[in-house]
């Protein structure tokens, strides 16, 4: 344990700086608009993915309801800056608080269910958050919200696709290393440990309710952070950018790219929201392709291709112990 | 208006509860859930409409009988079994032993192939189905039965009539019990486990495969996209039932049809799904694992 | 282990860039033209429509020796109505310098996602299917050759009260298009002197069963029953609407107007009631032309969306022959400058705000049939 830490610890003063390195040199390589805009949308389904990491990967908690914060965020940063007038900052600011208090408050029916119960209680959320998108005086309900101001710094206003692969990606970096210094904290530690058995967790003193409260809100903030960026980078947001398919989606990602990890979740986010790209000429066949891909990785590789066997065999065990425990 | 509703929500809640038994069946067993049952049950409305074709039916205001009927249903739901052994031999077999998550992933994967398959092999746009009893109805006091809610409710109780007997008192019936109750104990009995699966997976996809036609039939519609909300609607009602437990998936469909209506109704039409949701949000926090407990030995 | 992990990750990363850099060459021969529109999703059969008018219209143009001497090329994407796939589809399309207009897309929302990149990337885009009163400020790089919700709306209010129908109930989509007719209905309907009974929503692409919402609207009794649905739920609705022995008539507007309607609704459609920009079976030749292709290429009947995505395509060809523009800005200016010109919806022309005038006419399902309303 302790020379895997050190291992680990000796690898990211390596990996860390090289990850960014590429991330700050790539656009000298892409002139290309369209490459830069496909690679900001890879960039917030990044943080997305990493946020719901915390919560599934991490916490055990299972959640198929992420778009429903990523809507709350886009939806509480786009009213305030245009009822209230805030900048970007501030309101993004404000939809992270929006994000986490929505995550505490569905992390309250999460201390009393598991598994696939909780997993249609979070998809119910995200469906209701778009509902309520729809319907509400305060959203323009389906005609959404168009016109929603670039994030500005001083006279400088982000309103390209560059300054916005910036800003999105150094966020997701951002989300990223915290995610990772959880891991690794004494917090992220507790959060694993309700993972993996949550009666021995109890047992040594890990106040379980409070994690998994907490796990949904850290959770649930990035995800505002990054519907926060998206409506300020489309400027138009609408109930059906929001739909069970992203939820679906963004849980894909996380899985593809190996539940647990830091750069897996971002992986996948890669494969998941870039892959349809360069495949657009493809676009009958690419959903097809994609669901048999997703059977074959999972018959292959079931901990995600950066996933290591640990985390699979974990849930496995919790599993088994559960089916002993009905027993 | 009231009781109107009602009978709207009885005949929907019929559909929905066949879809859930397939749900609460697989889920009993292989305690994951099987998202691709919802492209089955599309599988089966397109079966009849083939199966209609066949018979030189018209699709567009065309009449059928009950023989007529029957004559689809029966092929559709074998055609809906064998496909559902087969999903669960190339995408779950495999990895029947991983984790609950990837038996999750395969099967999200598993649906996207369905779906998008048939939309390429049928195409993408709705079709016509034809009609039982061209819209005939009786009338009782203000409300108003029409003959094909009547047929779809008669069938629903008939079918899961067929189930519950074939579940308590064939030996296979009892050999699927004794897995979902007791997995090692059965397998160390004696008991095929892999035969079990299958027929699990058959009998959960025929139901689906009916309530497909009986669907395609009601609403006169078949398209390649009806199973997503179709399965996410089904696995509510059989969470709210209490996952695992047969007549529960019954209850759950019957009741969230009705919820529903009634909600749309009393509350408002645009938040009707979201009413569904809430009911089963706060019924989940006051009784867990849903209103009828799996059962235990 | 951990290296192993960063390294795959990387090289995922060079993957990509490599296989997106490589951006083919086309020669410059021919004239690009980007379309976009749901050909999969929720609205994918009015997507598959609008994609097979825009191919006869590039297939009639290039049948007669294209525009100016060059071929036209149609670039054709996906947007699944998701506005997500706007925005990239948008980018995608500004990114292609050889693409001079871009005709799509049907949704509204997807659009408005796209049409602050288009206005950026100073690329002229006519929709076809997109109908809120939203749009007609998105921008000027943003026209449609679809009539809006507000006249549409409009139009359909007052023949409705004109037939002597007072009491009204409005079924809607909640979607941009059916809140837009909802709202436009709602005070038309007021000024014409009539009242709406009662309103209902459905969810588009997911609800089927109708049954509650025909049993609420029939308690409240209206005279008449106007619809902001799209064809193939509209037939839906009728459909179980005349199960449940609800006779009231049905009003739409050119959403109803599909061969689908007809196929789907069966003998409960008949009499329903409709406007449409675009009718088959106008005599003028132009129409004609159009209705001939189509029906060779796909052995259908056009409806409103297929004419109205033809129109899209041709309007670009149009402006294009009418000034000989070759760039971007030449093509907008073209557009702006076109006046009045025919396509298959008709005589029409740009206003400032890049929106059409249409003449709507008024249908009715007859014998399996639409035809042009007679009183």
């Known amino acids: 344990m302790d020379g895997e830490v050190k291992r680990s610890v000796r690898f990211a003063v390596v990996s860390w700086p090289l990850f960014v390195a590429a991330l700050v040199v790539a656009p000298v390589f892409i002139s290309n608009d369209y490459m830069?805009?496909?690679?900001?949308?890879?960039?917030?389904?990044?943080?997305?993915?990493?946020?719901?990491?915390?919560?599934?990967?991490?916490?055990g908690q299972f959640s198929l309801g992420h778009a429903g914060f990523?809507?709350?965020?886009?939806?509480?940063?786009?009213?305030?800056?245009?009822?209230?007038?805030?900048?970007?900052?501030?309101?993004?600011?404000?939809?992270?608080?929006?994000?986490?208090?929505t995550g505490v408050l569905l992390g309250l029916p999460a201390m009393r269910l598991k598994g696939d119960y909780l997993c249609i209680v979070t998809l119910g959320f995200g469906e209701i958050v778009r509902i309520f998108a729809t319907n509400l005086e305060v959203t323009r309900g389906p005609m959404g919200i168009p016109g929603i101001p670039t994030p500005q710094i001083g006279g400088f206003s982000f309103d390209s696709e560059l300054s916005m692969y910036y800003l999105c990606w150094a966020c997701a970096v951002v989300t990223m290393y915290i995610a990772a210094r959880m891991r690794h904290s004494r917090f992220g530690r507790a959060l694993m440990s309700v993972r993996d058995d949550e009666l021995a967790a109890v047992s040594l003193g890990v106040n379980m309710t409070y994690y998994k409260v907490q796990a949904f809100g850290i959770g649930g903030m990035f995800a505002a952070l990054a519907g926060s960026l998206y409506a300020s980078w489309t400027t138009f947001i609408s109930p059906d950018v929001f739909q069970f398919s992203d939820s679906a989606n963004i849980f894909c990602m996380m899985i593809l790219g190996g539940l647990g990890t830091i750069a897996g979740p971002v992986l996948g986010a890669f494969l998941l929201a870039g892959l349809p790209e360069v495949l657009r000429q493809f676009a009958e066949f690419r959903l097809i392709v994609l669901g048999l891909l997703m059977i074959i990785l999972m018959i292959y590789r079931p901990g995600g291709i950066l996933g290591s066997y640990d985390t699979a065999g974990s849930t496995r065990q919790v599993r088994r112990r559960k089916i002993a425990r009905e027993v | 208006m009231f009781f109107q509703q009602l009978v709207n929500g009885l005949a929907v809640g019929g559909i929905y509860a066949l879809i859930a038994i397939g749900y609460t069946m697989v889920y009993g067993i292989l305690f994951f859930v099987n998202f691709a049952h919802g492209d089955i049950y599309m599988l089966g409305t397109y079966c009849a409409f083939f199966i209609f074709g066949f018979m030189g039916i018209e699709v567009t205001g065309g009449v059928i009988n009950v023989p007529q009927f029957f004559a689809a249903l029966i092929p559709s739901m074998l055609i809906c079994g064998v496909m559902g052994i087969a999903l669960e031999k190339f995408a779950y077999r495999p990895i029947r032993n991983g984790s609950r998550l990837s038996a999750m992933i395969s099967a999200l994967?598993?649906?996207?192939?369905?779906?998008?398959?048939?939309?390429?092999?049928?195409?993408?746009?709705?079709?016509?189905?034809p009609k039982l009893f061209a819209g005939e109805y009786i009338t009782i006091g203000n409300t108003i039965i029409s003959y094909i809610q009547l047929a779809v409710l008669v069938v629903s109780i008939l079918l899961m009539l067929a189930l519950h007997f074939f579940i308590k008192h064939t030996k296979l019936g009892k050999a699927i019990r004794a897995v979902s109750d007791d997995q090692r104990a059965a397998v160390l009995m004696g008991i095929d486990m892999n035969r079990v699966i299958s027929a699990t997976f058959a009998i959960g996809s025929a139901l689906a495969g009916a309530a497909g036609i009986m669907v395609g039939i009601y609403y006169g519609a078949v398209?390649?996209?009806?199973?997503?909300?179709?399965?996410?609607?089904?696995?509510?009602?059989?969470?709210?039932g209490g996952i695992g437990n047969i007549p529960g998936a019954m209850l759950g469909g019957v009741l969230l049809g009705i919820i529903e209506s009634l909600g749309g109704a009393y509350i408002s039409f645009g938040y009707r799904d979201a009413i569904a949701f809430f009911v089963l949000i706060i019924a989940l926090c006051l009784m867990p694992t849903g209103i009828l407990r799996k059962g235990r030995t | 282990m951990c290296k192993m992990k960063y390294g795959r990750l990387i090289l995922a990363i060079l993957v990509f860039v490599m296989a997106g850099s490589a951006v083919s060459m086309e020669a410059a021969d021919t004239i690009k033209i980007g379309w976009y529109g749901p050909v999969s999703g929720a609205a994918a059969q009015d997507g598959q429509e609008g994609r097979n008018g825009a191919e006869v219209a590039a297939e009639i143009i290039n049948a007669s020796g294209g525009i100016n001497g060059k071929k036209l090329e149609l670039v054709f994407a996906d947007d699944k109505s998701d506005p997500k796939e706007g925005a990239n589809i948008a980018t995608m399309f500004v990114s292609d310098k050889d693409i001079i207009g871009v005709a799509g897309p049907f949704n509204s929302s997807v659009i408005l996602a796209a049409a602050p990149i288009y206005n950026r990337g100073k690329l002229a885009n006519v929709g076809w299917g997109v109908t809120s009163p939203v749009i007609t400020t998105a921008g000027e790089y943003i026209y449609r050759v679809a009539a809006t919700d507000a006249l549409e709306g409009d139009f359909m209010s007052k023949w409705i009260l004109d037939e002597g129908f007072k009491k009204v109930a409005i079924i809607y989509e909640n979607t941009d298009y059916g809140v837009g007719v909802r709202d436009v209905a709602r005070e038309a309907i007021k000024k014409y002197g009539g009242e709406v009974v009662t309103e209902a929503a459905y969810v588009q692409g997911q609800t089927k069963d109708f049954g509650s919402i025909i049993a609420s609207v029939k308690q409240a009794a209206p005279d008449a029953v106007m619809c902001g649905s799209i064809y193939n739920e509209a037939a839906l609705v009728i459909a179980q609407a005349r199960d449940l022995g609800f006779e009231a008539p049905f009003f739409g507007t050119d959403g109803f107007f599909s061969a689908g309607l007809l196929e789907l609704g069966g003998a409960a459609v008949e009499g329903a009631r409709c406007c449409s920009v675009f009718y088959h079976e106008v005599s003028s030749p132009k129409v004609k032309e159009f209705i001939a292709a189509y029906e060779k290429k796909t052995g259908k009947t056009p409806g409103t969306w297929a004419a109205l995505s033809y129109d899209s395509v041709m309007v670009f060809a149009e402006a294009i022959k009418k000034s000989g523009a070759t760039t971007r800005e030449e093509v907008k200016k073209g557009l702006d400058d076109l006046g009045s010109w025919e396509g298959a919806t008709g005589v029409q022309e740009f206003d400032e705000n890049g929106d059409v005038n249409k003449q709507l006419v008024k249908l009715i399902v007859k014998d399996g049939k639409f035809a042009i309303y007679q009183k």
Request: hydrophobic residues 60%; charged residues 5%.
């Open chain 1, 36 to 59: 830069l805009h496909v690679l900001v949308l890879i960039g917030l389904y990044a943080i997305l993915a990493e946020s719901l990491n915390i919560v599934v990967g991490f916490t």
């Open chain 1, 70 to 101: 990523w809507a709350v965020g886009a939806y509480v940063s786009a009213i305030l800056m245009i009822r209230l007038g805030l900048s970007f900052w501030t309101a993004s600011v404000m939809s992270m608080l929006a994000g986490y208090f």
């Open chain 2, 109 to 129: 994967g598993a649906s996207l192939f369905l779906c998008n398959t048939a939309m390429y092999l049928f195409g993408s746009q709705t079709k016509p189905m």
């Open chain 2, 223 to 240: 398209y390649p996209t009806m199973g997503a909300v179709a399965g996410i609607k089904a696995f509510t009602a059989a969470i709210l």
